[in-house]
């Protein structure tokens, strides 16, 4: 079965076809680097990782690209209230994002055009739609005309005159019509500027994707996405742009995640609840973070919360417990079984529902759900009074293989201890066997303060991380 995925113009599932065989041109809209990004952005930076990594999982060859927005009111806003230059903030916060989004474990985009890098050819893109009279000039600024692309609305599903009942004209306003949108900012005294046909000034918000999308990408890509919240104006303005400066379709596939909620309630400033991820991954594991951004498919909406967070950490726990489980039975398994062919059949059935729930929409929630389904199964396997090794490894490899299509280690907790912890344990199961267990009790006290919590299972003593 094809790929099936939803697409906002259409507002339903449709099969994926590529412009090219075995490639797939990924726009994903990227933040405003003036701060640390907050929850909500982190979602569509897992979500669409995951989508990426499910496609090159399936062998396509993802041209993934992810914008930074590196000039704007906000950036100007904060250089000013610092003391510091634009580029100097930006830079800051662009590595902090790469930090945080890289702790989530979201891969490195392809490409990560930034504005200013691009100023040639956003310039360039406004002065084809002012020579083709979708966009004017107008003291200083330069405004594209809503109204002379007859399919604006399309992909927010707003008929133009739905569109011009909400929209007014302030006192003082430059444009020819309420709906019109800013391409080219005037600059102001002091303010960071580059030299247009125009003056000089700065690209509006909207403009910057479509340049860059058209550089990296063509004329017309595969998939553009972002946050539920760009939908209208941003992405909706990039179709216009878009589509009436190069005559072709901007992108054939749009995606859009869902919004997030802090305990119930919309996140925001003025409530108190604005949740950093710099704070997160400090605070909780950033896999579990992960975990339990997937846990919920990403076009409905997820409430964040501690007792949440702290449910998918006993989720994922089970997951690596049950890897870690095979690991401690496989040296004391046979080489095979008489029941290796039922135990493959299985497995494969495993692998099939996985891919058949990535397939529809990118479930990953129902995707969990199998590998739930297999955490019980190999729970049970290693129940048998003869394990073969050959399963046993099959599973681990499942699960590896699997998880890594969610983005998460689930061998992690293995190999990270050092030589004077290993001996530890080691004295530790020396003293059991020895029945001193005044020592064995010491030696774990010890090893909880080092984070590392022991269990004795009827497989022999394993350890994970602690919280």
Not at 138 to 144: A, C, E, I, R, T
Request: hydrophobic fraction near 35%.
């Amino acid at each position: 079965m094809a790929i099936q995925l939803y697409n906002t113009v259409s507002r339903q599932k449709e099969a994926f076809q590529p412009i090219e065989e075995g490639k797939v041109k990924m726009y994903v809209c990227g933040p405003t680097v003036y701060n640390y990004i907050h929850i909500g952005n982190a979602r569509p930076a897992i979500v669409f990782d995951t989508v990426r990594r499910y496609f090159e999982y399936q062998d396509y060859h993802v041209e993934y690209v992810l914008n930074f927005t590196d000039v704007d009111d906000k950036l100007i806003k904060a250089a000013n209230q610092l003391g510091e230059e634009v580029p100097v903030i930006a830079d800051r916060f662009i590595q902090a994002y790469k930090d945080d989004v890289g702790a989530l474990g979201v891969q490195e985009a392809v490409h990560h055009p930034r504005v200013t890098e691009n100023m040639e050819e956003i310039i360039a893109f406004i002065h084809a739609l002012v020579e083709k009279g979708h966009a004017y000039e107008s003291q200083g600024d330069v405004y594209f005309r809503t109204r002379s692309f007859d399919t604006y609305g399309k992909l927010s599903h707003q008929s133009i005159n739905e569109l011009q009942s909400g929209a007014r004209i302030e006192v003082g306003d430059k444009k020819e019509d309420p709906l019109d949108f800013t391409l080219w900012k005037d600059a102001k005294e002091g303010e960071i500027a580059w030299d247009s046909p125009w003056g000089k000034g700065r690209p509006g918000w909207h403009i910057e994707c479509s340049a860059m999308a058209k550089k990296y990408l063509g004329d017309t890509i595969d998939i553009h996405a972002g946050g539920q919240d760009l939908t209208f104006p941003h992405h909706e303005n990039e179709i216009a742009q878009s589509e009436a400066c190069n005559g072709k379709t901007f992108a054939n596939y749009w995606m859009h995640n869902g919004y997030i909620k802090i305990d119930n309630e919309k996140m925001s400033k003025s409530l108190g609840n604005f949740v950093l991820v710099n704070d997160i991954v400090k605070q909780h594991d950033p896999q579990v973070v992960r975990f339990f951004m997937l846990s919920v498919h990403y076009r409905n909406p997820i409430n964040f919360s501690e007792p949440l967070l702290e449910g998918a950490k006993n989720s994922l726990e089970r997951i690596k417990n049950a890897y870690q489980n095979l690991e401690h039975r496989k040296e004391a398994s046979t080489d095979m079984s008489t029941e290796n062919d039922v135990w493959n059949e299985k497995l494969d059935g495993f692998k099939e529902r996985f891919i058949s729930e990535m397939d529809d929409d990118f479930n990953t929630a129902n995707a969990i759900s199998v590998l739930f389904d297999m955490t019980k199964e190999a729970n049970v396997y290693l129940q048998s009074a003869h394990t073969s090794k050959e399963i046993i490894e099959k599973f681990q490899a499942l699960f590896v293989e699997l998880m890594s299509v969610l983005g998460i280690n689930i061998k992690d907790d293995s190999g990270l201890l050092d030589e004077e912890i290993e001996a530890l344990i080691q004295q530790r199961i020396d003293a059991r066997k020895n029945r001193d267990f005044q020592l064995a009790d010491q030696i774990r006290d010890d090893l909880k303060e080092r984070n590392i919590v022991l269990e004795d299972t009827p497989q022999g003593t394993r350890w994970k991380r602690g919280s």
